[in-house]
């Protein structure tokens, strides 16, 4: 069984900076993508950001310009470095990573204060 645990979540103020990582307990050589979602109360949980084992990205329309997906496959880990954060950006962020199997991270939460 694979874990995936993020960290890094927290209260900032508008036009702040954030760091999430997520690091999986062991290698999973089957997985081809990791990637960040987010969810709000009462809203389906939505694409933030992708990464696939070749380093391609995909970004939101509304991460684009101020979020940055990278890993570090020597520490099995994915970050997400999040800039210019906005009210909106608040929400449950999950990492996840996908291939033969599905894995989701236990969540984090961020809140922008205005």
């Known amino acids: 069984q694979v874990q995936l645990v993020e960290s890094g979540g927290g209260e900032v103020q508008a036009g702040g900076s954030l760091r999430l990582s997520c690091a999986a307990s062991?290698?999973?050589?089957?997985?081809?993508?990791r990637g960040w979602y987010r969810q709000v109360p009462g809203k389906q949980r939505e694409l933030v950001a992708t990464i696939t084992s070749g380093g391609r990205t995909n970004y939101s329309n509304s991460a684009k310009g101020r979020f940055t997906i990278s890993r570090d496959n020597a520490k099995r880990t994915v970050y997400l470095q999040m800039n210019s954060l906005k009210p909106e950006d608040t929400a449950v962020y999950y990492c996840a990573a996908f291939g033969s199997h599905d894995y989701w991270g236990q969540g984090t939460q961020v809140t922008v204060s205005s």
């Open positions: 062991r290698s999973i050589f089957s997985i081809n993508v």
